[in-house]
């Protein structure tokens, strides 16, 4: 007999209300979450900031749809239902509680990494930056010389390139790209493809890690007290991206290593006789690849903002986050389990939604422009929690409940 037969659900829900409310409000870290929460009242930009993206991405999709729904023939078009009863069976959520795991954890890596998915916003970045708008590009350049010196050239070449890339990439999903079948061939229109998808995740991740670091610098700044302009604040993030972007590199290169390069070469001979699709199958990439990637980031949690604070070099900032590990492991455990629980909740949240109501229908199509929202939020207060638990540590107030006063 299933265990929901034995108690009602609204049971069940109100023990794990209940258990979360415990959680939130008996861990070591709570005044961290309190001062996140304090932070985001103060700073509403840090939140409205990630919802643009996600509003944006939604858009996107949305805009598909309506594209494909009116572009494709009779039988191959989207079939949208205005009103759909939700529907969701017990062992289907069963499968949901299982499936949300992952995404959580992709959900905490991005704290210590790009919390926010940038595209299609990244083109409309790709842009400004080609543009040199406000001139933040040549911020950046002079940044990179002083820090790489030779090799900033390089760089630069490598970032104007993804940029490029990123520029183009939301033409692959109109039929400008698809028509391009009649002047070249199908192979090499798909590793075209493939290899502008990764030269857009790559920038997707460098801009996504500029925000990021502006994000952060905007926590600190009410934690202690700081006026500052956002013009200013933005420039400072980027000469501080000078510092975070070699650690960057190595998430991207593990990214790069672990997904886009054995799909690159799936459809390059000779790799494709051994890179077959079956061994890049779905399986691959959510049960090795991108677990391996989000316990990476959650290892070396403090790496990212030990070089946005600092500006060292990363094999100090592994030192000291391991320095800082070792002092903290208590409270920082105890975040990593909190933000876990909050991710988890929000991400099944939207996958019960979206499978028990179905695609292309009504309600998820409010839903898809509602989540952002949440999701900015939670992400935005775990972001500000973890910027406050950190600086805490910092002065020795880790569980001091009214340290700031701002």
């Given at each position: 007999m299933p265990v929901t037969d034995k108690y009602p659900l609204w049971m069940w829900f109100a023990c794990a209300a209940v258990a979360y409310l415990l959680l939130m409000f008996l861990n070591p870290a709570r005044g961290s979450f309190r001062d996140g929460l304090?932070?985001?009242?103060?700073?509403?930009?840090i939140w409205l900031m990630l919802t643009l993206f996600g509003l944006c991405y939604a858009l996107f999709q949305t805009a598909l749809e309506v594209?494909?729904?009116?572009?494709?023939?009779?039988?191959q078009r989207p079939?949208?239902?205005w009103w759909r009863p939700w529907f969701l069976p017990g062992e289907t959520f069963v499968g949901l509680l299982k499936t949300s795991a992952l995404p959580a954890l992709e959900g905490v890596g991005g704290l210590f990494n790009v919390l926010i998915a940038t595209f299609p916003f990244s083109a409309i970045a790709a842009l400004l930056f080609i543009v040199n708008w406000q001139g933040h590009h040549a911020v950046l350049f002079r940044a990179l010389q002083r820090r790489l010196g030779g090799w900033s050239l390089l760089v630069?070449?490598?970032i104007l390139l993804c940029a490029l890339a990123a520029l183009v990439k939301p033409l692959l999903y109109t039929p400008l790209f698809t028509n391009l079948g009649a002047y070249l061939p199908g192979l090499f229109l798909l590793q075209c493809g493939f290899v502008i998808d990764w030269l857009s995740f790559l920038f997707e991740i460098m801009f996504g890690t500029g925000v990021q670091i502006y994000l952060i610098l905007m926590v600190y700044?009410?934690?202690?007290?700081l006026n500052f302009t956002h013009q200013h604040l933005?420039?400072?993030?980027?000469?501080?991206?000078?510092?975070?972007?070699?650690?960057?590199?190595?998430?991207?290169?593990?990214?790069?290593?672990?997904?886009?390069?054995?799909?690159i070469l799936s459809n390059v001979p000779p790799f494709s006789h051994w890179l077959t699709p079956d061994k890049l199958s779905p399986e691959y990439i959510d049960h090795i690849a991108r677990p391996a990637l989000g316990v990476f980031l959650v290892l070396f949690c403090s790496v990212q903002i030990v070089l946005t604070f600092h500006g060292e070099s990363p094999g100090?900032?592994?030192?000291?986050?391991?320095y800082f590990i070792g002092r903290e492991w208590w409270p920082v455990g105890w975040f990593l389990l909190t933000a876990l629980v909050n991710f988890y909740i929000l991400r099944t949240l939207d996958l019960a939604i979206r499978r028990g109501f179905g695609n292309d229908t009504g309600p998820t199509l409010a839903w898809s422009f509602f989540y952002p929202l949440l999701d900015a939020f939670v992400g935005g207060w775990m972001l500000a929690a973890w910027v406050c638990l950190y600086k805490r540590s910092g002065t020795g107030h880790v569980r001091a409940e009214n340290w700031i006063q701002y």
């Open positions: 304090r932070c985001l009242r103060r700073h509403a930009t594209f494909y729904h009116y572009y494709l023939p009779e039988g079939v949208f239902e630069h070449f490598g700044a009410w934690v202690r007290g933005i420039d400072f993030a980027i000469r501080r991206f000078s510092f975070v972007m070699k650690w960057s590199a190595v998430v991207m290169l593990a990214s790069t290593a672990l997904i886009h390069m054995p799909l100090k900032a592994i030192r000291d986050h391991f």
